[in-house]
């Protein structure tokens, strides 16, 4: 299948400061990546959907001067959230959607923030 | 719009046994149904899919599930568990075409030995 990677795996920084996740499909091209916010023994939550050359869409409640999203290229995502602060610590996971109805998903990204 | 339900937070059961994991949904448009698998600390990993065509559906590691339209169900089952089969799954949903999945909240798999 298809694979999709995410960088770094783990973060840690401190509060105040800005912190970079990429998210890549290694081996397909994708018009539409997906980024998700998973807390500890919940679900995901859609926080926008990336396309590749125009600006993300966020879901409600997600503030898109925090979280900034870059879909730059067809296999590249990145996902950066500024400024971050202890409740942003959080597991990121994106998606790469590769036809109408398949996607695959990122190892995921567990960001702390101290 | 569309929304998935999960019965069952934490579903237990016996190595061997069959392994029953429940999902309703609710779609404004014909769906598109998944059910994924994460393990601690890991991205999703595609158990199944129902597109169209056929409504018994097979996935990975002995997994499958049934759509029934008429009952909005799509539950996730195995007819003999086994210790690495222990993890949280998901049940999704999304539009045809429209590529956005709504997700169920989750429901951790424990099987003892």
């Known amino acids: 299948g298809a694979v999709v990677s995410q960088h770094p795996s783990r973060v840690i920084c401190k509060s105040g400061t800005s912190v970079k996740i990429e998210c890549r499909s290694l081996d397909f091209q994708a018009t539409t990546m997906f980024w998700y916010r998973q807390f500890p023994k919940q679900s995901l939550m859609l926080m926008a959907t990336s396309n590749e050359g125009s600006k993300a869409t966020y879901e409600q409640g997600v503030e898109k001067d925090k979280f900034l999203i870059n879909h730059a290229s067809l296999t590249l995502s990145t996902l950066t959230v500024t400024s971050a602060h202890p409740e942003d610590s959080s597991f990121y996971i994106c998606?790469?959607?590769?036809?109408?109805?398949?996607?695959?998903f990122g190892p995921g990204t567990r960001l702390t923030v101290t | 719009a569309q929304s998935v339900t999960q019965l069952g937070s934490h579903v237990s059961v016996s190595e061997g046994a069959l392994v029953l994991l429940r999902c309703n949904y609710s779609?404004?448009?014909?769906?598109?149904l998944f059910w994924y698998v994460q393990y601690p600390n890991q991205g999703l990993q595609l158990l199944l899919k129902?597109?169209?065509?056929?409504?018994l559906v097979k996935g990975i590691n002995g997994f499958e599930a049934e759509f029934k339209k008429s009952e909005t169900s799509f539950h996730l089952t195995k007819p003999s568990a086994h210790m690495s089969d222990a993890a949280e799954y998901f049940c999704a949903v999304s539009g045809q075409r429209a590529g956005k999945s709504t997700f169920g909240d989750g429901t951790t798999l424990t099987v003892k030995p």
């Open positions: 998606s790469a959607r590769s036809s109408e109805y398949e996607q695959y």
């Open positions: 129902y597109t169209t065509g056929a409504t």
């Open positions: 779609s404004s448009v014909p769906p598109y």
